[in-house]
């Protein structure tokens, strides 16, 4: 019993925030690159300032980021010495197609990820991929207003169709929109969605998600016909919202909020948009134009396996006088029986058996857990070297929950990667700082360091870890 044999082990990294080489051998420029660190980056990433390019007064963390661009081999055989049996990475759409809508890749940029996916090979380690991780061309942004233009659809097709074609025999594993429930709450850095003033935000977030939706059973539809080995899947922001009380009104809440993000899974897993939604859409004043073809579409082409990040469980209260506390992008109220880390975000393993229970029940198909992980400060000593027992002990209490949903409950569970397996930059915040990986890179929040890579404490507990395929967890 236990994880099957076949369990995928690994870790987990987006282009944007580990590769660097933003401008080199023909890169395009997209909505990640121009976030900056600090005070401005919330307005931006949520649409509501406007950076569409480099200014002088802010530092941009992706420019450079860890530079894989250039380390990638060396990074790549690190995961290798834990036993990685899988590795999760993005590709940069403009690395691809630098503006979006050509119709010739560059080829430069096919030829990178078909090294690093060799790389992968010859280390035994499975790319997972995911197709666009936040990323989309700065071009297609200025041009069309990004996914609020259907004529997106077409130009990720082009991509899917490419890098499908090119990758055929190396990657099997996809993943068509990181987090895609995260074009609610951070629409400028997941979908690259700027609004103008007065503008029916929902109108434009829902009419964008529409799109992501078509585009992503597309690209299902034209992974199995290239390649019937491909598996698509798709990317879920989760962490189940637990009422604070047993007040009716609070459990209503909680369930109503849990929906905004299963709505996009029940479109790509069950293929059809939920009663629910269309209702809630009509009380938003949303409507959304859906062209010919599309619900049918949606209704074939689901989705093989779902994979989701989980970071921690989320609390609804219609009480406005609790706490409210952070956790990735949306804030929740605060839960009075978990610990948090130093950032904010609480700490619940069995909240990770919880959503895994919760997703299965709804869906029956697969999971994948493709991000969990502790972002925190690590104090190196002069090598380098990291006593990460914090870490440890989070991945560890993390691993026992999903190894009690396996065996205790049931659950079918493909893989298990975590976040930022070396450390990179922070989504949220642009920091160095917060570190989620088990490979140090000294790098700080301004940029200076060496960049050289070491191994933490945690690499040679996560090496056992998998060795032991999750029995040793000690
Ligand atoms: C998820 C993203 C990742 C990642 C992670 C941790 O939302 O998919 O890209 O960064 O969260 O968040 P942060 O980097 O803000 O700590």
């Known amino acids: 019993m236990g994880f099957r ?28 690159d121009v976030v900056p660190i600090g005070k401005d980056r919330l307005p931006i990433i949520s649409g509501k300032m406007k950076m569409f390019d480099f200014d002088e007064e802010h530092f941009y963390p992706a420019k450079k980021a860890i530079d894989m661009y250039h380390h990638y081999k060396e990074d790549i055989a690190l995961f290798a ?47 997972l991929v995911t197709i666009t991780h936040f990323d989309c061309p700065m071009h297609l942004i200025k041009e069309y207003g990004s996914w609020r233009d259907r004529r997106l659809v077409g130009f990720y097709e082009n991509l899917c169709r490419t890098i499908f074609t090119r990758y055929k025999g190396l990657v099997k594993y996809w993943l068509t929109f990181n987090e895609i429930n995260m074009i609610l709450h951070a629409p400028f850095m997941g979908a690259g969605l700027y609004f103008e003033e007065g503008e029916n935000e929902d109108q434009v977030k829902y009419q964008a998600a529409h799109h992501e939706l078509i585009a992503s059973a597309m690209a299902t539809k034209i992974a199995h016909e290239i390649d019937p080995e491909n598996q698509v899947g798709c990317m879920l922001a989760a962490g189940n919202y637990y009422p604070y009380s047993c007040n ?64 921690s469980s989320r609390v609804a209260s219609t009480d406005p006088a609790h706490n409210v506390t952070e956790g990735n992008i949306f804030a929740s109220t605060k839960n009075p029986y978990l610990e948090s880390s130093e950032w904010g975000w609480q700490i619940d393993p069995l909240g990770l058996r919880i959503t895994l229970n919760t997703l299965y029940d709804r869906y029956q198909k697969p999971l994948f857990i493709v991000e969990n992980g502790l972002g925190a400060v690590d104090v190196p000593d002069k090598n380098g070297y990291v006593e990460d027992d914090y870490r440890i002990n989070y991945l560890r209490e993390h691993i026992e929950a999903m190894r009690a949903a396996v065996e205790e409950d049931g659950v079918e569970l493909l893989g298990y990667t975590t976040w ?47 060795a032991t395929n999750g029995t040793d967890l000690a």
């Open 420 to 466: 930022g397996c070396i450390d990179l930059v922070s989504a949220g915040s642009g920091e160095m700082k917060k570190r989620y990986g088990f490979i140090y890179v000294d790098r700080d929040n301004e940029g200076n360091g060496t960049l050289k890579r070491s191994k933490k404490k945690s690499f040679d507990w996560y090496k056992k870890v998998i």
């Open 81 to 127: 010495q834990m036993g990685f049996k899988t590795y999760r990475l993005s590709i940069a759409w403009t690395r691809i197609f630098p503006n979006g809508d050509e119709k010739e890749p560059n080829e430069a940029g096919l030829k990178f990820y078909e090294d690093v996916f060799k790389e992968c090979k010859k280390n035994h380690i499975e790319p």
């Open 5 to 32: 044999e076949d369990f995928l082990w690994g870790g987990a990294t987006a282009a944007n925030q580990c590769e660097g080489g933003y401008d080199e051998d023909g890169r395009g420029l997209a909505n990640v």
């Open 248 to 311: 009716p009104e609070d459990v209503w809440k909680g369930l109503q909020i849990d929906r905004e993000s299963y709505f996009f899974v029940d479109v790509q897993s069950r293929g059809e948009y939920p009663a629910y939604a269309l209702k809630d859409l009509e009380r938003k004043g949303v409507q959304i134009e859906m062209a010919d073809g599309d619900q049918e579409l949606l209704k074939k082409y689901t989705v093989d396996f779902i994979s989701f990040s989980y970071y």
